[in-house]
């Protein structure tokens, strides 16, 4: 069974002071790791999609990388609007299309 | 988010009713995923479907869950009898080809039941 563990669950930071989330998986073939964003009563906002170790991907502040086992969500110089819930989720390579979602972490920017 | 269109936003029900939540896929999609997510849990995966089969619904509960998504409209997740612990989030996904593409979210349908 595919399994998702993210850490920390909860962190906070002042403005501009950078950090990464993690994110470990297990799956049986990595067919993608996804990374989203949720803000509260929203639903998940797609940010990445990582294929092979090794692979990054960035966006404004966010980088993405991934290893065989893990991936961090590192995040640069944030701002208050980058306070969120971000969601890491795994899709296997055998015949299962679901995402299985990690628990998140909650992420608090402080002016 | 933007493209996959989910009503009602909020739904509030008392216990032995039924409760049906819509879902449209952005435009194109012919993949629609549904997950649940209860309070202060993770989304977990409930049915996968295309235009009028269901692929798999592995996390569907086995009685009172129903989804369909006809060659026509919206697809739907029905909930018969609700109960107190169906109250949650309802988060429809689509996407363009199925495994391994990009899976957009939904704003969510909020279930309450009283």
């Known amino acids: 069974e595919d399994q998702v563990t993210q850490s920390p669950e909860a962190l906070r930071l002042q403005e501009g002071e950078s950090s990464s989330l993690n994110c470990s998986y297990t799956?049986?073939?990595?067919?993608?790791l996804f990374w989203y964003r949720q803000d509260p009563g929203k639903g998940p906002e797609f940010l990445f999609t990582?294929?092979?170790a090794g692979e990054e991907k960035e966006k404004e502040r966010l980088k993405a990388t991934l290893t065989k086992k893990e991936s961090f969500l590192h995040i640069t110089a944030p701002k208050p609007e980058d306070s969120a819930t971000y969601l890491c989720a795994v899709q296997g390579n055998f015949g299962n299309e679901k995402l299985t979602f990690g628990t998140g972490t909650r992420l608090t920017i402080i002016p | 988010n933007a493209g996959v269109m989910q009503n009602p936003r909020h739904l509030v029900r008392r216990r032995g009713q039924e409760a049906r939540l819509r879902c449209s896929p952005m435009k194109g999609h012919s993949h629609v995923y549904w997950y649940r997510q209860l309070p202060e849990e993770g989304l977990k995966f409930m049915v996968y479907?295309?235009?009028?089969?269901?692929?798999?619904e592995s996390g569907m509960p086995k009685e009172r869950f129903s989804a369909e998504f006809p060659k026509e409209g919206p697809s739907i997740l029905r909930i018969q009898q609700v109960v107190r612990g169906d109250s949650a989030a309802y988060f429809c996904?689509?996407?363009?080809?199925?495994?391994?593409?990009?899976?957009?979210f939904g704003e969510g349908s909020w279930l309450t039941v009283v």
């Open positions: 799956v049986s073939g990595l067919r993608g």
């Open positions: 479907l295309q235009k009028e089969n269901i692929i798999d």
């Open positions: 996904a689509s996407s363009l080809r199925g495994p391994g593409n990009t899976i957009y």
């Open positions: 990582l294929y092979s």
